[in-house]
């Protein structure tokens, strides 16, 4: 209770004299500052013996700790750090902690615990700043229970020391995290190599139920309305291949992830040819799963998690007019997507009946291919400036504007990822610059927790609008 008093209430107490005229009694000068008597003669006794120091709480600090580390220790922690960062490693408080708890000759015999290696690292400089990353709580986990039942493959294009390119593929067991085949590649990602590594996978670990890629075409050519030799051959081990949605990484983000944690060991140890490259990807292999505690494993190993959890493989092959089903569903949808771009303006009237019009032409729909960048994420409108979220940066879409609706369009599958009704209503409009999420009627695919939040708000403020002043909003 003392250490919660602010100075301003322990001068009152200390300055506090019964003896004056009209004084409220030590029982009520202690209910009407809400402290205990014993407290109000502690503090008193304080003041007679430190004079202005009782003015502040004591140090809760133990004034002999029970264990303090030296400059042997210091050292050993740095060093550890240092090797790890040569190495290619995470030489972060966690991953130190790790290391030393491997070794037998610790100095003194037992290791700091992980904050207390983050503390001494501070005091003598030796601390990367940590970047601004969206919060982990923003994120919907997505793990699968059983071992075999999920894996996810992704490639990525490395540079080599001699300047030559290769590509390599990761692939990973999406409960344990354990890599069950990492290989490099002189050519551009393609099917053959993708199922060369697949292959050899399997024939180590056996077939999983489902397997997960981006809509690379080397890996799954479904949504394209195709059936590729990866899905062939998976379709034949019991293997369903299924793809993220376009543009959203984060479905793959255990090996998006797992590709920064590669990227570094390669760098530290410049490969030079492609037959180095693969002997430093095996010793990455073996530390990744047999020695390197993971954080998201509760600081077990991808091997201890790969031999503890239960195991759920693929059992019988799947029937090729199963994907070819999943094919022509893709297909048919792509195919109503464009239909609906090419459609003619008709006029409709406020209750949605169809009016002739003799004079009416058949006009084609103004469309045009639109570039979104992270420095200018909109798109245009009659001279408004449309914002949209940051998924959309780095990417291209068809802008189709009819007589009743602007739609933005993947180029690759059609899928219409952005729309909203002609003419436009919006609520928050700034000079010549709209916000998205504020538009009626808006439709967005790729979306953010925090722009669902905002056109949930905005959808309100048009509900409100439209039970208060029916009149104005059906006049619009």
Not at 176 to 187: K, L, N, W
Not at 340 to 364: C, F, M, W, Y
Not at 383 to 389: D, E, I, K, Q, R
């Amino acid at each position: 209770m003392t250490n919660s008093l602010s100075p301003q209430a322990r001068a009152a107490i200390i300055n506090y004299d019964p003896l004056q005229p009209h004084a409220l009694s030590v029982t009520e000068f202690c209910r009407s500052v809400k402290i205990s008597r014993s407290v109000f003669y502690k503090i008193r006794r304080r003041a007679v013996h430190e004079s202005t120091a009782a003015l502040h709480p004591r140090s809760r600090a133990p004034k002999t700790p029970a264990r303090r580390y030296g400059p042997v220790v210091v050292n050993e922690l740095v060093k550890i750090r240092k090797q790890l960062k040569s190495d290619g490693w995470d030489y972060g408080p966690r991953s130190i902690y790790y290391e030393a708890s491997l070794q037998d000759g610790f100095p003194g015999g037992k290791v700091p615990s992980v904050a207390t290696i983050a503390r001494l690292l501070a005091s003598v400089g030796h601390v990367d700043a940590s970047p601004r990353k969206r919060p982990k709580s923003s994120y919907i986990p997505f793990v699968r229970a059983t071992v075999m039942s999920l894996w996810q493959l992704d490639a990525f294009e490395y540079r080599l020391a001699s300047g030559q390119t290769v590509t390599v593929y990761q692939l990973l067991d999406d409960a344990s995290r354990f890599d069950v085949g990492t290989e490099a590649y002189t050519r551009h990602e393609n099917s053959a190599d993708a199922k060369d590594v697949l292959e050899r996978a399997i024939t180590a670990y056996g077939a999983p139920k489902e397997l997960l890629s981006d809509n690379s075409l080397a890996f799954n050519q479904l949504r394209a309305g195709r059936i590729g030799s990866v899905e062939i051959f998976l379709a034949s081990k019991g293997t369903m291949p299924i793809s993220g949605l376009p543009g959203k990484p984060t479905t793959q983000g255990k090996n998006e992830r797992s590709h920064q944690t590669l990227l570094r060991f390669l760098d530290a140890h410049q490969p030079t040819t492609l037959e180095l490259l693969k002997a430093v990807i095996r010793r990455f292999r073996d530390h990744y799963n047999n020695r390197r505690p993971h954080q998201a494993l509760d600081d077990a190993t991808p091997r201890t998690a790969w031999d503890l959890l239960e195991h759920t493989p693929a059992t019988e092959p799947i029937p090729l007019s199963v994907l070819e089903a999943k094919a022509s569903q893709y297909s048919q949808a792509r195919a109503r997507r464009q239909g609906d771009l090419d459609r003619a303006a008709l006029t409709i009237s406020k209750t949605g009946d169809v009016l002739p019009d003799e004079n009416a032409q058949d006009r084609t729909a103004d469309q045009s291919l639109v570039d979104i960048t992270r420095a200018n994420r909109q798109v245009y409108y009659q001279g408004f400036h449309v914002s949209l979220p940051m998924t959309y940066a780095d990417r291209q879409f068809y802008r189709t504007i009819t007589d009743d609706s602007f739609l933005l369009t993947d180029p690759a599958t059609g899928e219409i990822v952005f729309s909203f009704p002609l003419p436009m209503i919006a609520l928050n409009v700034r000079d010549r610059y709209v916000a998205a999420y504020s538009i009626q009627g808006v439709e967005l695919a790729y979306s953010t927790q925090h722009w669902d939040r905002k056109c949930a708000q905005y959808g309100e403020q048009f509900a409100q609008r439209q039970e208060e002043q029916p009149e104005v909003m059906a006049a619009r």
